[in-house]
């Protein structure tokens, strides 16, 4: 008996091994065949098979003096001193352009407003808008900047960089804002950066951030992770990287960039990796997922933080939801309905949550849906 079952473990055992032999040639004669799947396939296996992520660390490591160029952009405009002797709870970048000044003023109306947040909520949250340098076109009327400018006076809250302002220097401006962290808020207790197309759900959130706190949970990265994302390869894509700025199969796991949030210490940490890392890289959710490798930080999956899409309109949803991507026109109208104090109370009891149950299944779980959040948040 004891021998049988021996033998069928070294069975297994090669026949474990042959496969993953077969695996791996196939892995290597697939180069050519450049298609998704097969893309997948690779950076999957690269993930959770060869894992050697130390090794894109090194190759992205380099000296402190050439790092130094992705970050000493000058200000244009800046608040050095608006932390200054505040208990901070959290510090919240919007990545902003220039142009968004609508988005902005949505923002500021409505989730980002510190006065709401301040006396409802009874915590000190700094909504700080980060953006590069406009480039001025001989077609404006009024000078770009003049305007920010004057929007910053109002306002007080757009902190500005000399680079210029474009998707591709998306990295440039991740790194904006931990270098800000560090110079001019560093006692604040959390991190958050988010798109300014973003609905963030500000008593759910300073709720969940007031709990992790009062745990004292540290090493936190949380937010909609990618795990064994594969670099896009096709050159007609907005996400391409060429082989010669990341050459693995697979990045490292990373949160997505439409809004991420993380404890002042993994901030610090962060900083620090980005001081010698090269950040030509411009996809900045993966670059800053490179700089969490290299500190060894990893992140986890909140099911209420969404990655593309919108949430589903519901109160079922709105009593849970952290964060949803997407919201432009209808910000104004969702942080009204999604932060009525009657949401949390709607549908109480078991028979309530049974019902929200089957409506987030009914939400959630449609296959081929692109949803905003997994069908297992149905569940939570
Ligand atoms: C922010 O909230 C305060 C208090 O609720 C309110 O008085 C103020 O008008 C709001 N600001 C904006 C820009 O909506
Ligand atoms: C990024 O900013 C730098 C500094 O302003 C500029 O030279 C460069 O062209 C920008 N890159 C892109 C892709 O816009
Ligand atoms: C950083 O990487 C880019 C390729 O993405 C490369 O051209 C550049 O030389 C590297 N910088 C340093 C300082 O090694
Ligand atoms: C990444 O590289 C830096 C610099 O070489 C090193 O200090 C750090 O320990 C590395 N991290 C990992 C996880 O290998």
Redesign the pocket.
């Known amino acids: 008996m004891l021998v049988s079952f021996r033998r069928l473990r070294r069975c297994q055992c090669v026949q474990l091994m042959t496969t993953c032999l077969v695996l791996s040639l196939v892995m290597v004669y697939w180069e050519q065949l450049d298609n998704n799947v097969v893309s997948h396939v690779k950076s999957v296996s690269f993930r959770y098979l060869v894992n050697r992520?130390?090794l894109v660390?090194?190759s992205l490591?380099i000296p402190r003096e050439q790092a130094l160029i992705f970050s000493n952009f000058p200000y244009l405009l800046n608040h050095p001193k608006i932390c200054k002797n505040q208990d901070v709870l959290l510090l919240l970048f919007v990545k902003t352009s220039p142009e968004n000044i609508q988005r902005r003023k949505a923002i500021r109306s409505t989730w980002g407003n510190q006065t709401y947040i301040q006396e409802s909520l009874g915590v000190t949250v700094k909504v700080l808008f980060v953006l590069g340098a406009t480039v001025a076109s001989d077609s404006d009327s009024l000078d770009p900047q003049e305007q920010l400018k004057f929007e910053d006076k109002l306002y007080s809250d757009l902190i500005q960089q000399g680079f210029s302002d474009s998707f591709h220097n998306l990295t440039l401006k991740l790194l904006m804002q931990f270098h800000w962290m560090h110079h001019y808020c560093a006692h604040a207790r959390f991190f958050m950066t988010a798109d300014d197309d973003i609905f963030v759900h500000m008593p759910n959130l300073v709720q969940y951030i007031q709990d992790v706190h009062s745990k004292g949970i540290t090493d936190l990265w949380v937010g909609r992770v990618h795990r064994g994302s594969p670099p896009v390869r096709s050159q007609t894509s907005k996400y391409y990287v060429p082989y010669s700025m990341y050459q693995w199969l697979s990045y490292p796991d990373y949160t997505a960039g439409a809004a991420y949030v993380v404890s002042s210490d993994v901030a610090d940490k962060i900083y620090h990796?980005s001081l010698?890392l090269n950040a030509s890289l411009y996809i900045d959710d993966v670059f800053m997922g490179i700089c969490a490798?290299?500190?060894?930080v990893s992140p986890q999956e909140h099911v209420f933080f969404s990655g593309e899409a919108k949430a589903p309109y519901h109160s079922c949803i709105y009593s849970q939801m952290m964060t949803s991507h997407g919201h432009v026109e209808d910000i104004y109208d969702l942080w009204k309905t999604a932060t009525r104090p009657q949401v949390k109370v709607e549908a109480p009891g078991l028979i309530g949550k049974l019902y929200c149950s089957l409506v987030k299944v009914a939400l959630l779980c449609r296959p081929y849906y692109v949803n905003t959040y997994p069908c297992k948040a149905a569940f939570s």
């Open positions: 992520f130390s660390n090194k490591t990796a010698t490798n290299a500190v060894g």
